[in-house]
């Protein structure tokens, strides 16, 4: 049972370019979400779905996009990278909206020049 | 919005102490609350989950209460070892469907 698999767990990007942050559970888990982790503002919902199909906006959201096509995977694209997007990014799971917690990958570290 | 606060922001302690993290958050309307310890460039590892309907839970040496009238939660680790080094963040999870509200960590350092 892998959990929540992240890939990849490190990324240069360069300012304007694109890329594509992959997030995968084998659990089964209903709900999926993004969070970016920055040094003195602890962890910040960035997309939130709550099934396949159905995605919402967290607290911030510009710059990002997201879809859920299966219940498995829930990718976060980046449309034009900023610097301000140089963060560490993780993607948790849980079997509804959390009433069971959540589970969290491993992370991505992504910088922006 | 619910605001979730942590203190102390860093404790360093010998090894063998007991030891208590706290956390306060502001809208005591919450549906969990979930104690995570990180690791230097790692991912979140859940410790412990406490429904608003408990009081407390317990794992190992590990254990974390909750008063939601107060809005306060607090983690007590026993008999601390230096493996027990790491960030430990609370999050609280509120009626909607808008995911965990996160303090900002208690950094802690286990002195061998």
């Known amino acids: 049972n892998a959990g929540v698999t992240q890939t990849p767990k490190f990324q240069v990007l360069k300012t304007g370019q694109s890329m594509t942050l992959q997030c995968a559970q084998d659990?089964?888990?209903?709900?999926m979400s993004w969070y970016r982790q920055d040094p003195g503002m602890g962890l910040r919902l960035i997309h939130y779905?709550?099934?396949?199909?159905?995605?919402d906006q967290g607290e911030v959201p510009n710059g990002y996009n997201v879809s859920r096509s299966t219940t498995e995977d829930f990718p976060l694209r980046l449309l034009s990278a900023a610097p301000s997007q140089t963060s560490v990014y993780f993607c948790?799971?849980?079997?509804?909206?959390?009433?069971?917690?959540?589970?969290f990958g491993s992370g991505t570290r992504l910088t922006v020049v | 919005k619910q605001e979730v606060t942590q203190i102390p922001a860093a404790l360093s302690v010998p090894e063998g102490e007991n030891l208590v993290l706290n956390c306060s958050f502001t809208?005591?309307?919450?549906?969990?609350l979930q104690w995570f310890r990180q690791d230097p460039g790692k991912g979140l590892t859940s410790l412990l989950l406490i429904q608003s309907s408990q009081r407390e839970q317990t794992s190992g040496r590990l254990n974390a209460s909750l008063d939601k009238s107060s809005g306060r939660s607090t983690l007590y680790i026993a008999a601390s070892q230096p493996g027990d080094s790491a960030t430990y963040l609370c999050a609280v999870l509120g009626g909607g469907a808008d995911g965990l509200t996160f303090g900002k960590g208690t950094h802690l350092i286990i002195q061998p």
């Open positions: 809208d005591s309307a919450i549906y969990n």
């Open positions: 659990m089964n888990h209903e709900y």
């Open positions: 948790a799971s849980s079997l509804d909206n959390g009433g069971y917690g959540y589970t």
């Open positions: 779905s709550v099934g396949a199909g159905i995605t």
